[in-house]
Every structure is written in C-alpha cells, then in structure tokens.
C-alpha cells in the first residue's frame, strides 16, 4: 500500500500511521472517558484517562468553539494528531485519552504544544496500574 503522495517505492512506516483504531470516534467513547476519567492537566491542555481493556492506547480530541475560529480549532488538531501520531510509542498502552485543547491554546505556537503535550506523556507515563488488576466481587 503506498501512500498519497508518496512517490512510488516509498510508503510510511507502519508505526507512523493513525488509523482508526487508534482513534476514539463515538460521542459514548468520549462521554465514558470524561465521566469517569481521571484529570492531567499540563499548560494549554487538558486530558482526561480512563484504562481500556485493550493492548494500544487511543486518543480523542476535543477543541471547543470558545478556543477560536474553525481555523484555529482545525489546527490544533492538526497539531495534536501530529504530535500523537509521532510520539504514541511513549505513551502506556491500555489508556482512552481525550486531549482537551484549553482556551490558552489558540495563542501556543507548536513548540509550546510539543512542551504541553510532553507534560501529558509525562504524566500519563507516571499513572498507577492498580486498575489494570481484575476487580473484586461486589458484596452480596
């Protein structure tokens, strides 16, 4: 499979791609992490963690209309999707993200996300695993 742009013979590593697996896409999967997820917060963004019981992490994206115009919302999450496609091997795996662009992210310029973003991954890196551990029986 080559891909768009590429010229023929090259295509991307396989490691470089964000496919849709790798996304959450459902407004559910978004509700589910942002009622029951655990807030890192980290400059001009903010994300929200619950464990999944999958072997990959998976990210979502939320930029709000008070965060700018549809240019400004597009992109940040052009930055944000570039900055998880590259550097997703540095997150735990087992994890629905969803990055919450805060209002302060309209003026960061792509060095200032790239920190954020690194603070994010810090963060996430430190998480405790005690959930990953079976659940026990609710008592009768």
């Given at each position: 499979?080559?891909?768009?742009?590429?010229?023929p013979g090259?295509?991307?590593?396989a490691d470089q791609?964000?496919?849709?697996?790798?996304?959450?896409?459902q407004?559910r999967?978004f509700?589910?992490?942002?009622?029951?997820?655990?807030?890192?917060p980290?400059?001009?963004?903010?994300?929200?963690?619950?464990?999944?019981?999958?072997?990959?992490?998976?990210?979502?994206?939320?930029?709000?209309?008070?965060?700018?115009?549809?240019v400004?919302?597009?992109?940040l999450?052009?930055?944000?999707?570039?900055?998880f496609?590259?550097?997703?091997?540095q997150?735990?795996?087992?994890?629905?993200?969803?990055?919450?662009?805060?209002?302060?992210?309209?003026?960061?310029?792509?060095?200032?996300?790239?920190?954020?973003f690194?603070?994010?991954?810090?963060?996430?890196?430190r998480?405790?695993?005690?959930?990953?551990?079976?659940p026990?029986?609710?008592?009768?």
């Open positions: 499979m080559r891909a768009e742009g590429a010229t090259q295509s991307r590593p791609r964000f496919p849709k697996a790798l996304r959450l896409l407004r999967e509700l589910e992490v942002q009622e029951g997820g655990q807030k890192v980290s400059d001009c963004l903010l994300a929200l963690v619950k464990r999944n019981s999958r072997p990959y992490s998976r990210v979502g994206l939320t930029v709000s209309s008070k965060v700018g115009n549809a400004v919302r597009a992109r999450r052009r930055v944000l999707r570039e900055l496609r590259k550097r997703r091997m997150w735990p795996s087992g994890l629905d993200v969803v990055l919450v662009a805060r209002s302060s992210a309209k003026d960061a310029s792509f060095p200032a996300l790239s920190r954020a690194d603070g994010v991954t810090r963060k996430l890196q998480l405790p695993r005690a959930a990953e551990t079976k026990k029986e609710p008592p009768r």
